[in-house]
């Protein structure tokens, strides 16, 4: 029976291997914003690996185990497929290059669809293990070196601490084994920083897998493979057509948290972190806050309508919005002064013509109430500006 391929041109291999310098500069020319909604899962007992250890997969994922960490990207669900320690494989794209040296294993998160017919069937988390002779050791891999180790554990500790860490990321096709056994993407997330954990940790590690020297590579699926070929990026152009990164894939808030009598799955992020993308902000930004859909990875249309049920559910009305205050002063002053500059060329012109143009009797030759409108002008233009001021605070 013939073997499903991927299309002529596709990435096949993992990794995908780059002949060039990894820096902030290329990574950044590449960034956009990423939703993902990622619910952690913890175990009371310690993670071990399975038998038979050749792969160095843990027993994360096993037959009546419903407690697994679970993440939803471009409309779909996830949950934890495997969770396996690896070889090094993307040492080139770790930043800064002198961090690469230290660099010897991987712990891979691999998560898989619920729905069996999408296409990107597969999300595979790398992040590369950084070998130091003093770290905080994540409380995940502590359990595997140490099965009398006190929990909770959870794989959340693998994943860098930051929020604003960047993830660089690919799309890789696996072939399937048989003519029954379709093709599908898998998207590969590495984090470009990796967690630091000390040499002593990983070689009790290594031991505990049953390996003398190092790990063994990264185990596909048994319905899918990696193919032998191997694509390498050899120029900024293939870098750019090939790869995108992100330093908001796990920036999501705690909304519900905040607000738990509003069921809803709104994530706000700053406007200042989205470079050259197209919003409308008259629809998806209130208090300089862009809000998104965690469930459809969408701009909300209905902002508005999110923030009073919000307030209604506080029980609280709205505040003025920052900057409000000052925008309106600054009109208002504008305007005064406008009127002052009037007021004075006014003012001089009516008493320059009044000295200048008397009757022959000595009085005025403009009527003193005319005289009079200047000044009573300025009166009730400061009343009506101290009443504005007023009336912008309460409001």
Same mark, same amino acid.
């Given at each position: 029976?013939?073997?499903?391929t ?12 780059i002949?060039?310098?990894?820096? &902030? ?8 914003p990423?939703?993902?909604? =990622? ?7 310690p993670?071990?690996f ?16 419903a407690n697994?960490?679970?993440?939803? @990207? ?8 495997? #969770? ?12 800064p290059?002198t961090?690469?040296?230290?660099n010897?294993?991987?712990i ?6 619920s ?10 988390? #790398? ?16 359990g ?15 994943f860098?601490?930051n ?21 599908? $993407? ?18 009790k ?5 049953g390996?003398?020297n ?5 185990t596909?699926?048994f319905?899918t ?19 995108m ?8 808030? $705690? ?6 009598s509003? &069921?809803t ?7 200042s ?20 859909? =965690?469930?459809?990875?969408?701009v ?5 309508e999110q ?9 609280v009305?709205?505040s003025?919005?920052?900057?409000r205050?000052?925008?309106?002063m600054?009109t ?5 002064l406008s009127?002052?500059? @009037?007021w ?7 008493i320059?013509?009044?000295? @200048?143009?008397n009757?022959? &009797? ?5 009527p003193a109430?005319?005289?009079s ?23």
């Amino acid at each position: 029976m013939s073997t499903q391929t991927c299309s002529p041109g596709a990435i096949t291999s993992f990794p995908l291997q780059i002949a060039i310098t990894a820096t &902030d500069t290329i990574y950044d020319s590449v960034s956009e914003p990423i939703t993902m909604d =990622i619910q952690w899962a913890t175990r009371s007992t310690p993670p071990m690996f399975r038998d038979p250890k050749a792969n160095a997969v843990t027993d994360e994922v096993g037959a009546g185990n419903a407690n697994l960490t679970t993440l939803r @990207f471009m409309n779909n669900n996830y949950s934890v497929h495997s #969770v396996q320690i690896i070889k090094a494989s993307h040492k080139a794209w770790i930043i800064p290059a002198t961090a690469q040296s230290m660099n010897m294993e991987d712990i891979v998160v691999t998560f898989a669809a619920s729905d069996d017919t999408v296409q990107n069937k597969y999300i595979a988390f #790398v992040i590369p293990i950084l070998r130091t002779s003093v770290a905080t050791n994540p409380s995940y891999l502590t359990g595997l070196s140490d099965p009398n180790t006190s929990g909770p554990f959870s794989l959340k500790s693998c994943f860098p601490a930051n929020p604003r860490a960047r993830f660089a990321y690919y799309s890789t096709c696996l072939s399937g084994y048989s003519g029954q056994s379709t093709t599908r $993407n898998m998207y590969v997330f590495l984090s470009t920083d990796g967690i630091q954990v000390s040499a002593t940790l990983m070689t009790k590690i290594l031991e505990a897998a049953g390996r003398t020297n190092e790990f063994a590579v990264y185990t596909t699926s048994f319905t899918t493979r990696l193919t032998n070929n191997t694509t390498i990026v050899k120029s900024i152009g293939d870098f750019t057509n090939y790869v995108m990164s992100t330093t908001q894939l796990l920036n999501y808030n $705690n909304f519900k948290t905040l607000y738990p009598s509003i &069921d809803t799955n709104l994530r706000q992020d700053d406007t200042s972190a989205y470079q050259c993308v197209a919003i409308d902000p008259d629809s998806a930004i209130v208090d300089g806050k862009l809000s998104v859909d =965690i469930k459809s990875g969408e701009v909300l249309t209905n902002v508005l309508e999110q923030r009073n049920n919000v307030r209604a559910a506080a029980n609280v009305s709205g505040s003025m919005e920052p900057g409000r205050l000052e925008k309106h002063m600054s009109t208002a002053l504008g305007v005064i002064l406008s009127i002052l500059l @009037f007021w004075a060329i006014l003012h001089f012109v009516v008493i320059g013509y009044n000295n @200048f143009m008397n009757t022959p &009797d000595g009085s005025p030759a403009v009527p003193a109430w005319i005289l009079s409108v200047p000044n009573y002008g300025i009166i009730m233009l400061i009343t009506g500006f101290i009443g504005f001021v007023f009336g912008t605070m309460l409001n």
